[in-house]
């Protein structure tokens, strides 16, 4: 089992920056696609970024050109740098980590924390 350390949340005033961070000391997670999702009191999860690997990226439509996810050289930590938040972007984050590594199928997710954006 992998437990997802989760970290960086906060209060910030609209058009103000966070980073957060996420991951584990495990190599398994090298392998695996990160991401970041959230959720808005009274909303559904949603996927805000994710990254694989190799690098490649994909964003949710509201935080393109706002938000940029990354991954450390091990690959084992995933960042979210967000930049020029909006109050829209309250919600719990989620860091997760899963996909398929030699047949067997990976699902893991952090404990969440809290970002509001709000003057």
């Known amino acids: 089992q992998v437990q997802l350390v989760e970290s960086g949340g906060g209060l910030v005033q609209p058009g103000g920056s966070l980073r957060l961070s996420c991951g584990a000391s495990?190599?398994?997670?090298?392998?695996?696609?990160m991401g970041w999702y959230r959720q808005a009191p009274g909303k559904q999860r949603e996927l805000v970024a994710t990254?694989?690997?190799?690098?490649?990226?994909n964003y949710a439509d509201s935080v393109k050109g706002r938000f940029t996810i990354s991954r450390d050289n091990a690959k084992t930590t995933v960042y979210l740098q967000m930049n020029s938040l909006e109050p829209d972007d309250t919600a719990v984050y989620y860091c997760?980590?899963?996909?398929?590594?030699?047949?067997?199928?990976?699902?893991?997710w952090g404990q969440g924390t809290q970002v509001t954006v709000s003057s």
């Open positions: 495990r190599s398994l997670l090298s392998r695996l696609v």
């Open positions: 997760n980590a899963a996909g398929r590594v030699v047949g067997i199928a990976y699902n893991y």
């Open positions: 990254c694989t690997s190799g690098g490649n990226t």
